[in-house]
């Protein structure tokens, strides 16, 4: 059973960082694709990016237009966390983010919230 678990989230001022965590378990392929969504107070869920993590260095990524050039995914050497860094930060960005298996929210964990405010 997949389970995905997210953490990292906070409050941050207009133009600074966070780096969101996805601890993941439960893969029986040794290539996985890894999807950020997120959920803004009285929205429904949206694409962020997501992240293809594959054998040996294959690592493929992709962005929603909203986060391109401020948001970067990545993975940790033993290929079992997967991070969101985000830079330049806006109050749009304020939301719950989920890590989960399809672009959807599909086996999400509990999120985690984030808050960009002045």
């Known amino acids: 059973e997949v389970q995905l678990v997210e953490s990292g989230g906070g409050l941050v001022q207009p133009g600074g960082s966070l780096r969101l965590s996805c601890a993941a378990s439960?893969?029986?392929?040794?290539?996985?694709?890894i999807y950020w969504v997120r959920q803004a107070p009285g929205r429904g869920l949206e694409w962020v990016s997501a992240i293809y993590s594959g054998p040996g260095s294959t690592v493929y990524a992709d962005y929603a237009d909203s986060v391109k050039g401020r948001f970067a995914v990545s993975r940790d050497n033993a290929k079992t966390t997967l991070y969101l860094q985000m830079d330049s930060l806006k109050t749009e960005d304020t939301g719950v983010y989920y890590c989960?298996?399809?672009?959807?929210?599909?086996?999400r964990g509990q999120g985690t919230q984030v808050t960009v405010s002045s």
């Open positions: 989960a298996t399809d672009r959807f929210g599909g086996s």
């Open positions: 439960g893969f029986t392929s040794s290539g996985y694709w």
